[in-house]
Nanobody, 129 residues
Framework: VQLVESGGGLVQTGGSLRLSCAAS????????IGWFRQAPGKKREGIAE????????YYEDSVKGRFTVSSDNGKNIVYLQMNSLKPEDTAVYYC???????????????????????WGQGTQVTVSS
């Protein structure tokens, strides 16, 4: 499995960016993609997730209503649309993947790093005030 992120950059407060995560190596849609970020001097935190089979999405409170995660099924790409950006959103953003189908009643422990097996290289997002 390989994950490649793109789309980071510098934006002013209130602006928007869209991050992409291109996933390869999965045979079907039985996986989940999580978006994480790590700000300078802080621990990495999970902020959004999407389960590919059913398209369910989950958001951490700090980004709910501003960020949207979606997928382009035909291209195996997951997007993170980030609107109304704030300086505190400045961080390196990572996408991560884990096998997941939702079968047998299993649910992800949302936004937890240990759930994820593969990680992208990260992309820097800087929001200027």
């Amino acid at each position: 499995v390989q994950l490649v992120e793109s789309g980071g950059g510098l934006v002013q407060t209130g602006g928007s960016l869209r991050l992409s995560c291109a996933a390869s190596g999965f045979a079907g849609d039985d996986y989940a993609i999580g978006w994480f970020r790590q700000a300078p001097g802080k621990k990495r935190e999970g902020i959004a997730e999407i389960t590919r089979r059913d398209g369910a999405t989950y958001y951490e409170d700090s980004v709910k209503g501003r960020f949207t995660v979606s997928s382009d099924n035909g291209k195996n790409i997951v997007y993170l649309q980030m609107n109304s950006l704030k300086p505190e959103d400045t961080a390196v953003y990572y996408c991560a993947a884990t096998p997941y189908s939702g079968d047998y009643g299993y649910t992800l422990d949302h936004f937890r790093e240990y759930e994820y097996d593969w990680w992208g290289q990260g992309t820097q997002v800087t929001v200027s005030s």
